[in-house]
């Protein structure tokens, strides 16, 4: 099966809620209609970082989703991306989706400038690190949060 990988646009809000919500729950996580408007108000909004990207399958229905946004890298001074969520349904999975879309984000990055694609997982994710393995360099940084 073949996949596009492309930008969400406003028509996609319906085949993005499924896949936002799939990411959530499995970090645990409920989505609720004002959450699930509000971070999609983020994507559609010129004047935020977020942005989504999304694999369409032939019929054309998403199947997968990144959500990035520029960050600086100041140690280098140049502008990376963060990957903030990757998510791909159960039923594309090891079909080279989650690969697709994080070249696709790596391919904004160079647009924007040299500071490549960063992100974290949940350490029990062992299905998607082995993935992350392959495409990218695992870090020795330490996560740290701080909450409200």
Known sequence: MTYEIRMAGDEDFFGWLPLF???CRF???ELDDAKALIVWNWIRDEADPLQAALAVDEEGRPVGLAQYRPVPD???ATRGIHLDDLY???EHRAGGVGRALIEFV???AAEIGTGGVSWITAADNADAQRLYDEVAERTSWVLYEMGA
């Open 106 to 108: 790596h391919a904004r």
């Open 21 to 23: 919500e799939g990411y």
């Open 27 to 29: 970090y645990g996580t």
């Open 88 to 90: 791909v349904d159960e």
């Open 74 to 76: 100041t140690l280098a």
